[in-house]
């Protein structure tokens, strides 16, 4: 089947993708991005099969983004060297393979093994906001970054409910096992219908592009403060979301899967300010963005704080952080990707390895400040690393600009 063509600019000859194709990214994102994040609503019901504390048992969240962390320090800055249409489509068919290792995982051990596994290869995610991102125009850049993460986001969201759910119903090995079919279903639309785009970068050798990584991190201050609050905030998220199902089933009701499922449509509605949170960056600044983000983070952990009085107040507090984290990152990676197109992709690994070893740090404290100060140490954590998130953007680079020329770094091509 012919491959959709991308549009031209009127002005340039930097192609444009059609609507379409970007509609297509927004959905693989968010169908392949879930893989990372079933795990969470399962935990308990992992554990009881395993007979494993939950702090051993939230290891299976904290290696799934070790690995994803691992995969983006090491796949992703590939998408600056090869062709990213087969990038894509290859990640993609590999995490569907290595999805049944989690399926049919007969130890607890095993289970930890493929998870880190399925988060090295699913950056495809990744990948696909980088590849809009690539070929959209300057001022339209936050707008379609926003849009294909916020399939993304949703995906992250949508995964627990689904998996709330679905492992309700049919245990929590058939959820990884429809999502390893799902998982190849996407790989093969990615094959069928996106783009060959033309190939015009200087094709480095593999490690010279990870041995870029570091010069890089030294010289750009604003990649180095955008990596922190990436870190700040999915950490505090990854200490709610690790902790959910714990505290759910915990409580006087004791509460299984399907309330986590029903709180991740909660938060679905939070991400869906990502699109508005890329539009606000383009007209106002993301600095102005991250800002109000991080504050509105802050303060729904002082709600959740009221969680024994009633679940609303948990409800109220869910919506308003991951609304708050969802605008965080958009805004950090619309700014990650404006500083210099040779480097989108290692720009982009820098970062989202930043985050996610946030984000598995946040699932590691999460579950001990659970095991030792149950609910209190759990939002009391969230609102502290929020609000460290503030202290890191008012006191960092307001530079707009990458402090070096591309072109005169010998490790880096010309774009």
Known sequence: MASVQPLLHPESETPLLSPGVIWLL???????????????????????????APSATGSLAAATQLGYASGLFFL???????????LLVLTTVATAFLMLGIAFAPTLSSAIFSSYLVGLTGVTPILAVAYAAGFASPGSRGRIVGTVMS???????????????????????????????????????????????????ERLSYFRLLASLPALLAREPLLRSSALLGALSF?????????LAF???????????GMVGLF??????????????????DRLGVRTVNGLALTVMVLSFLIMGLAHVSLIWLALGVFAMDAGA?????????????????FRNRFTSIYMVSYFVGGALGSTIGAYAWD????????????????????????????????????????????
Do not use: C
Not at 271 to 280: D, E, I, K, M, Q
């Open 26 to 52: 927004t959905a693989s994102a968010g169908l392949t991005v879930a893989n990372i994040y079933y795990n969470q609503s399962l935990l308990p019901e992992i554990g009881q099969e395993f007979h494993a």
């Open 76 to 86: 992703v800055p590939l998408g600056d060297s090869v062709e990213r249409r087969g």
């Open 151 to 201: 399939g993304l986001l949703v995906g992250i969201l949508f995964s627990r409910s689904a998996a709330g759910f679905f492992g309700a119903w049919f245990g929590w090995r058939a959820v990884f096992q429809f999502g390893a079919g799902l998982t190849l279903l996407t790989g093969l639309l990615l094959f069928l219908y996106l783009p060959r785009l033309p190939h015009h970068r």
């Open 235 to 243: 950490g505090a998220f990854s200490v709610f979301w690790t902790t």
């Open 247 to 257: 505290y759910l089933a915990n409580r006087p009701e004791h509460y299984g899967g």
């Open 264 to 281: 991740g449509l909660v938060a679905i509605a939070g991400a869906l300010v990502a699109p508005f949170a890329g539009h606000f960056s």
């Open 326 to 342: 969802q605008a965080n990152h958009i805004s950090n990676q619309a700014r990650v990707m404006s500083l210099a197109p040779a």
């Open 372 to 415: 030792r100060w149950h609910w209190t140490g759990v939002w009391t954590l969230g609102a502290a690393l929020s609000a460290t998130g503030l202290v890191v953007l008012f006191t960092g680079s307001k530079q707009g600009k990458p402090s070096f020329d591309p072109i005169e770094d010998p490790l880096i091509p010309e774009s």
